[in-house]
């Protein structure tokens, strides 16, 4: 008997401690409810207002659930109704259909709402940033057509500043997230996809491809770097005098599967985000434009 109640004492608290140790990282691991930017923030309320609506339907459920096992649960005295011969309640019928009716049309209404009012910019008396972002094995390649610098691997941006992410890929089809400044955008090789994101305050933000592209996946993560606008100038400055161009060449180099560390360029070919699209299937869209997109054939 006591070597029963140790037993039961032991699984309690591998329980209680594994309850603590995940309840500990909750801070560092859940980024997208603890949002850094309008976008974030945005996307935030909308995953809150879905959740709480949920749970106005799955708790009464479950609890009525547990009642009706308790209820009638087959034991010795139960004066519960025995009634094996039922019709339909139309009544009943009409509340469990209506209620989910109703919360996934105002979920819709919600997400409609905030999806079509984040493919504007977040801030409208902002210049944006344009930023045209391509997808390798297992790397991120960053350019910024109005400042004609890359980097890879780390993006800086302006604080409080709206910034246009150009994405594509020209490998595997992946997927462009920063958590804690708003949802994931697919890289698809012949397309070019828009994202609108926005810090607000300085600081680095983890980002991470989010869909599965082989053995480097793991290690294909980024930083976004926010920092104030007189400190970005002069970092774009600095890339400019301190590092190499990337040439058509070192573009193919770089492209190979394999990860790399961070890397800066003060220049990179005319053209090259463009000439990628267009190269992995999007001359066949006659319905893409590159060259009018905004902040695009700068």
């Known amino acids: 008997m006591s070597n029963g109640r140790n037993l039961s004492c032991a699984k309690t608290t591998v329980v209680t401690l594994g309850v603590a140790a995940m309840l500990s990282g909750c801070d560092g691991q859940y980024m997208v409810l ?40 087959d034991k010795p005295g139960n004066r519960a109704r025995f009634a094996p011969e039922w019709a339909e309640n139309r009544t009943l019928e009409v509340i469990w259909w209506s209620v989910p009716i109703v919360l996934v049309a ?4 919600f997400t409609a ?36 610098i890359a980097t890879v691997n780390y993006a800086e941006v302006p604080t409080g500043v709206p910034v246009q992410f150009v994405l594509t890929s020209d490998a595997p089809m992946n997927s462009f997230w920063v958590p804690a400044l708003g949802g994931q955008v697919y890289t698809m090789p012949g397309m070019a996809e828009k994202l609108w994101l926005q810090a607000d ?29 007189s400190e970005f100038a002069s970092w774009v400055q600095h890339v400019k005098e301190t590092s190499s161009t990337l040439t058509n060449q070192g573009y193919v180099q770089l492209k190979q599967p394999g990860n790399v560390a961070t890397l800066s360029y003060s220049d990179y070919p005319s053209g ?13 869209y006659k319905q893409m434009n590159i060259s009018a997109m905004p902040g695009m054939g700068n």
């Open 201 to 229: 305050k300085s600081g680095e933000f983890y980002g991470h491809g989010a869909n599965f592209t082989g053995a480097g996946f793991a290690q294909m993560q980024f930083s976004v770097i926010s920092k104030p606008e």
């Open 106 to 109: 105002i979920i819709g209404i």
């Open 34 to 73: 603890h949002p850094s930017g309008p976008v974030g923030t945005t996307e935030e309320h909308l995953i809150l207002i879905s959740a709480g609506l949920m749970a106005a339907v799955i708790v009464p459920a479950l609890a009525f659930l547990g009642w009706i096992l308790v209820r009638f649960r």
């Open 272 to 284: 090259l985000f463009e000439n990628i699209v267009m190269t992995d299937g999007g001359k066949y």
């Open 113 to 148: 709402k905030d999806i079509y009012a984040l493919t504007n910019p977040p801030e409208k008396n902002v210049k944006p940033l344009t930023i045209d972002v391509v997808s390798l094995d297992w790397k991120w390649l960053f350019m910024y057509p109005g400042q004609h």
